[in-house]
């Protein structure tokens, strides 16, 4: 996992890091459950939805409460904090600690082509309806909303291309792909992911749709220009309208 990438809570050398991860074992992230030790604190927990609202403009008492109240209880391991009611505190007087908890909410896990039955679908089924007899002024127009670090967006791409072979230089597509971390667009936009984050695609398409750059993979500049990627709020931002299909493996995680 890059650290630039702002996944990683230390960089230390081997010898201290036995001594980081015994800090940990008495705090109550890992010795309960999130569910457990947030019955017991309701209120600061509301407080903290509350806060995060006013600072960030995101109601996460409408997520996945699961995923959430864990990522708290590890924003207060990683601070030595085992009272929820200090962490309160923390964020009040802590700017860049409002940041990370915010980075921690948002943080998904994605992959490319990673429900194979939909790109099946998408190719054998959705694209030929949709592309039946349609005009050439017509643009296909896809939207990838909570699309984190760009990878079910590009799958789409390269699956249209594939599908429309020679007439994809005639046929006008957008795919806008959005979520709420910034630093995830960031990424997207960039197109540039580690060897492991390309290892469930096919070598012919690496060799297709990839350009190979000091160790890492570029998606070649066709498939960046199709995709735009823009922060949003799928709760409270208006949606995108006159689309022709829209896709959210992430869905379920809110």
């Known amino acids: 996992m890059p650290v630039g990438m702002g996944y990683v809570d230390f960089v230390m050398p081997p010898e201290k890091i036995a001594k ?40 996460f008492s409408y997520y996945k409460q699961t995923t959430i109240q864990g990522r708290i209880l590890r924003r207060m391991a990683l601070n ?70 760009g990878e079910e967006a590009i799958s789409f791409a390269i699956v249209v291309l594939e599908y429309l072979g020679e007439k994809a230089i005639s046929t006008q597509i957008q795919i806008f792909a959005t979520d709420l971390n910034e630093k995830a667009i960031e990424h ?16 012919q398409r690496l060799r297709k749709f990839f350009v190979k750059i000091d160790g890492h993979y570029q998606v070649v500049k066709t498939i960046r220009d199709m995709c735009i990627f823009a922060p949003h709020n799928l709760l409270k931002d208006p949606p995108f309208s006159r689309m022709d299909v829209i896709s959210s493996e992430r869905i379920d995680l809110y």
């Open 188 to 203: 997207a936009r960039n197109g540039v992911y580690l060897k492991t984050a390309v290892q469930n695609i096919s070598q």
């Open 80 to 149: 030595k904090i085992k009272d929820l009611t200090d962490y309160v505190q923390l964020l009040k007087e802590n700017k860049t600690e409002v940041d990370a908890l915010y980075q921690d909410l948002l943080i998904t896990v994605t992959d490319f082509f990673r429900d194979s039955a939909l790109y099946q679908a998408l190719s054998t089924k959705i694209l030929p309806n949709l592309l039946k007899n349609r005009k050439l002024n017509d643009p296909l127009r896809i939207w990838i909303p909570g699309c984190a670090t």
């Open 20 to 59: 980081e991860l015994a800090s940990f074992i008495q705090h109550p992230y890992a010795i309960t459950t999130p569910n457990d030790y947030m019955l017991e604190n309701r209120s600061e927990l509301r407080k903290i939805h509350l806060y995060m609202y006013n600072k960030r403009g995101v109601d």
